[in-house]
């Protein structure tokens, strides 16, 4: 079996390519064959190159707040390559493993209940439609798929795209001193990129296509993420629970996101641990490595 798999300098690619059981193609937008979603043609070269069974997906335009103003960037990767690779999968009877995100939901403020696969999304951003579009096209135009809404992810590689992750940035901004506001009126699920990898693999084996929700267990907001985040290290922070009204952003974002594991649980596949106790793990990992 050969993986090719897109994003894969990326912390989700960091962490799942050790994980996939073959031979695994790494890919990105250098090397070779250099695969960039934003221009198809160069898509067809993974197909003769590679010739992979299973295309996996872990690339996408990430700048959430950056989408507002540069729609067709945010479009062009998360909705027109992801056409193309889906439309090529079908074609070469590749299966494809694509991931969305929890931003897909978001238009019902008043939902306080996790949602569930079947429930009908609603983003409220550019970044949300432009993945709500592509998950679409991927169920739409390639029998062989998993598609894989995750959330709030942190991996010890740290964001390709971004270049950090949530818990790295406030580890960064506390060890200078800054006082940091952190928003409390936006509710999900962070997870560990290595807990999403070992899922996504149990979704291999089970061999079901369909839409999962995979992100570790429980809920918090960001400003309760931070605090455990500092709790957990042993580091006094200057920290201060706001509402998002204080910290205005380009990008609107859901008060409330949580993803309900309904389709794991079909399958008798057990949801990722307890986002804390993957957060004590993954300070851990990084003490290591650093
Ligand atoms: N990060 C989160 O909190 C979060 C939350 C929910 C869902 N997700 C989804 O989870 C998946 C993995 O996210 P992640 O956090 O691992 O992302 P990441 O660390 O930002 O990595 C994204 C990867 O995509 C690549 N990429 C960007 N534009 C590309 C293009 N035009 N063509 C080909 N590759 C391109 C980047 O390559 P370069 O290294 O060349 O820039 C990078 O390797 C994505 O589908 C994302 O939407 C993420």
């Not at 996790?114 to 390639?142: F, H, M, N, Q």
């Not at 204080?246 to 641990?273: E, F, K, M």
């Amino acid at each position: 079996m050969r993986y090719a798999v897109l994003g894969a300098a990326g912390q989700l690619g960091r962490d799942l390519c050790p994980r996939l059981p073959g031979e695994v193609v790494p890919l990105g937008r250098t090397g070779a064959p250099a695969v960039d979603l934003s221009r198809p043609e160069s898509l067809h070269a993974l197909f003769e190159e590679v010739r992979p069974d299973v295309v996996v997906n872990c690339a996408a335009y990430n700048f959430v707040d950056r989408a507002e103003s540069e729609p067709q960037e945010a479009f062009a990767v998360n909705t027109w390559g992801v056409r193309e690779l889906a439309r090529l999968c079908r074609e070469r009877d590749c299966q494809l493993v694509h991931f969305s995100t929890d931003y897909v939901f978001g238009l019902d403020q008043s939902r306080r209940q996790p949602w569930t696969e079947s429930d009908a999304p609603g983003p409220i951003s550019v970044y949300g439609l432009s993945k709500l579009a592509g998950e679409y096209l991927v169920r739409a135009l390639c029998p062989r798929h998993l598609v894989i809404r995750t959330c709030g992810l942190y991996g010890v590689w740290g964001s390709g795209g971004k270049g950090g992750n949530f818990v790295e940035t406030m580890l960064r901004l506390a060890g200078q001193g800054k006082p940091l506001r952190v928003v409390n009126d936006q509710t999900c699920t962070p997870s560990y990129t290595v807990d999403v990898a070992e899922t996504t693999l149990a979704l291999l084996n089970a061999g079901r296509p369909g839409l999962y929700h995979v992100t570790n267990s429980g809920s918090c907001t960001w400003y309760e993420l931070a605090r455990t985040i500092f709790e957990l290290c042993g580091i006094h922070a200057d920290l201060t629970p706001i509402p998002s009204c204080d910290y205005p952003t380009p990008a609107r974002r859901p008060a409330y996101s949580v993803l309900d594991h309904a389709g794991l649980r079909s399958l008798g596949i057990a949801s990722p641990r307890p986002w804390r106790e993957a957060l004590a793990a993954y300070l851990r990992e990084r003490s290591q490595k650093t």
